[in-house]
């Protein structure tokens, strides 16, 4: 499901903006529209928010991404498309209704905090339950829980004045929960704190969204923050909407040059995972299979250690073929002496700065295992290094260096011998 649905959406300020917005779609460009006295905010922009998403509109000043999250919270009206908040289309709102999406559906943590300076912390996280007129017991509760959810439990009596800038942030992100719309929208909501204090902030939102669940659209000029914190990412240039992926996808596939040259100075250890980078296993090896079986499959693939899994391919170990040979000119019929169990494996969700120090250890292969300890993938030193080497693939292209395979390897089968 959808929470927010954009769809060819534009807004264009000055006189006459109906034709601004034909003139747009006639091929006009956002200069010569300035040279007119009219100003393309956002042009064309098309994207949808999952419920329960973290989606991050990236881009530099200018490119119309706060524009963009006034239009879904009804500051700003768009001049023509679809804009629909669960369903129902902001565009077509009156003001008694867009009243109510903003006290029941959608809240908003602003970047300077917007916090009342004579009010207590309690009463400015409670403030928008106020407005919705809700009693005061329930205000108070609400408030607190909110307040501890952010780690201000027992600051509830004091003036914002009193706190720090991250903390007075918190307030601002405890008003949002306290108030439980199913979306928050945040606007640069980290922008104005010093580096530390910003990265803690992105921590502890990462942290509540995978208690709440929350749907967030989260508004940066931060590359590196939009990589941290966004399930996927919208890339805004110029009013448009350039490119919407993952980060890892816009890391390793980016749309255009623009996007490449943007991108090219982004920590790729913090941003790629095992399992964005790593191979298919050539073939997996039963764990109830015999050495004569294992000594085949590694002839067949010309593998010189292949990994062995149980019936539900979860990891076992791993087998090597000076072993396997030795223990098919012995006569062995099982895999119990020959399996190595000390193998290293790593999560397919963990990034490569956590595998950097493992993989220099260890001169083999890791096994890339899921949630469920199965194996999905192999991460070779060689492939981790050409990962690392990447700096942005070539516009056009649609995959980078690190994700182009010979013909060879991407027809290989997976093989799992029972």
């Not at 108030?179 to 990462?206: H, N, V, W, Y």
């Not at 749309?255 to 073939?283: E, Q």
């Amino acid at each position: 499901m959808n929470a927010i649905v954009a769809r060819e959406t534009y807004k264009v300020f000055g006189k006459r903006p109906d034709r601004g917005v034909a003139r747009l779609r006639e091929g006009a460009t956002r200069e010569e529209l300035r040279q007119d006295g009219i100003t393309a905010a956002v042009i064309d922009a098309s994207f949808d928010v999952r419920e329960g998403e973290m989606f991050v509109v990236m881009g530099l000043s200018g490119s119309g991404k706060s524009t963009l999250i006034r239009m879904v919270n009804g500051l700003l009206e768009p001049t023509a498309g679809e804009l629909l908040v669960h369903g129902e289309d902001v565009v077509t709102m009156n003001q008694q209704q867009l009243r109510r999406m903003r006290r029941e559906r959608v809240s908003m943590v602003f970047q300077h905090f917007a916090l009342f300076p004579h009010r207590s912390v309690g009463e400015n996280a409670a403030y928008g339950l106020a407005v919705q007129g809700i009693p005061r017991d329930e205000q108070e509760k609400r408030a607190r829980e909110a307040l501890r959810l952010v780690g201000l439990k027992g600051w509830e009596d004091s003036l914002p004045g009193q706190l720090s800038g991250g903390m007075r942030q918190r307030v601002g992100l405890a008003r949002a929960l306290a108030a439980g719309t199913d979306i928050m929208l945040m606007d640069e909501a980290f922008s104005a704190l010093d580096p530390l204090i910003k990265r803690e902030m992105q921590d502890q939102l990462i942290e509540l969204q995978h208690k709440l669940g929350k749907t967030i659209l989260f508004i940066t000029h931060d590359l590196n923050e939009a990589m941290r914190l966004g399930d996927r990412i919208a890339m805004m240039r110029d009013g448009r909407i350039v490119q919407v992926g993952t980060a890892e996808q816009i890391l390793n596939n980016p749309a255009n040059d623009f996007v490449a040259k943007f991108v090219l100075d982004v920590d790729r250890t913090r941003v790629l995972t095992a399992g964005s980078v790593m191979t298919p296993p050539v073939a997996l090896v039963g764990s109830e299979q015999g050495p004569l079986s294992v000594e085949k499959l590694m002839r067949d693939h010309q593998a010189g250690r292949l990994f062995v899994v149980d019936r539900e391919k979860r990891l076992c170990g791993a087998v090597d073929e000076e072993e396997i040979v030795r223990a098919v000119r012995d006569g062995v019929d099982s895999l119990d002496g020959v399996l190595d169990t000390e193998v290293a494996s790593v999560s397919e969700h963990a990034h490569l700065s956590e595998l950097l120090a493992l993989s220099a250890k260890s001169p083999r292969a890791l096994a890339v295992v899921d949630d469920d300890r199965r194996v999905v993938g192999v991460l070779a030193r060689v492939t981790l290094l050409q990962a690392l080497a990447q700096r942005g693939g070539t516009a056009g292209d649609g995959r980078s260096p690190a994700t182009r395979e010979p013909q060879s390897a991407r027809t290989r089968t997976e093989v799992s011998a029972r």
